[in-house]
């Protein structure tokens, strides 16, 4: 079974507006952390939000938020007020604490922000 | 200054051949990682090492090989290169807390072609 599952392989957005990606994770360690990456164009893995599975709260970070829905295992980003800068591949990952460390990812959204 | 820095950021060579790509952290990590991603842009954990343990993903043919001369580099060896090792490889490094939850940062990546 797929350990995180991005059900949204690209989206469309119009400059200015919010838009939620998706991001469920699959995991029986009750310590795991979730985090969202962005890969621009360029190539580069940039870290944006993290998410403990033991946080009364959920994350932000600037535009960035994190839907944290953990009896539905759901862990949704949520980016307010789009950006033409904002089009990339967004990933999510999990890391348990019983994996060595080791992120796993999903498959990627890849977001289009249309001005 | 550049937290983690990859060389080379392009590496052409044929079947057959053995190559490395080296790693650099200067953040004070004390756990680097190798990933891969395919063409498809799914990534997917190859190593985790720090200076205690070695884990590697079950899924690495043994051609692949991490070595760590020191806490701040690990390099990444291949030995008799396929067309189906073509990918991007990215180091990420990061710190083991105790609840091993920290955020991994992430290289440039080395995009390997084999012909």
């Known amino acids: 079974a797929q350990k995180i599952t991005q059900t949204q392989p690209g989206m469309f957005v119009q400059e200015k507006e919010a838009v939620t990606l998706d991001c469920t994770y699959d995991t029986s360690d009750p310590s795991y952390g979730l985090f969202w990456y962005k890969q621009p164009s360029s190539g580069e893995m940039i870290f944006l939000i993290y998410q403990g599975s033991y946080d009364q709260q959920n994350a932000t970070e600037g535009r960035y938020s994190l839907n944290f829905q953990k009896a539905r295992k759901s862990a949704n980003l949520v980016i307010s007020a789009s950006q033409l800068g904002d089009s990339a591949m967004y990933f999510c990952?999990?890391?348990?604490?019983?994996?060595?460390?080791?992120?796993?990812f999903g498959g990627g959204t890849r977001l289009m922000v249309k001005p | 200054d550049t937290a983690v820095s990859q060389t080379p950021k392009y590496l052409v060579t044929q079947m057959g051949n053995d190559k490395s790509i080296k790693c650099e952290q200067n953040?004070?990590?004390?756990?680097m990682y190798w990933y891969k991603q395919d063409s498809k842009k799914f990534l997917k954990i190859m190593f985790s090492y720090n200076n205690k343990e070695l884990i590697i993903n079950e899924t690495v043919p043994n051609r692949f090989s991490p070595k760590s001369p020191d806490k701040a580099h690990l390099n990444l060896h291949i030995n008799s290169l396929e067309l189906g090792d073509s990918a991007v490889y990215f180091c990420?490094?990061?710190?083991?807390?105790?609840?091993?939850?920290?955020?991994?940062?992430f290289g440039p990546g080395t995009r390997l072609t084999v012909t």
């Open positions: 953040l004070g990590h004390d756990t």
């Open positions: 990952a999990m890391r348990e604490a019983n994996a060595g460390n080791m992120l796993t």
């Open positions: 990420a490094s990061s710190l083991s807390s105790g609840t091993g939850l920290g955020e991994q940062y």
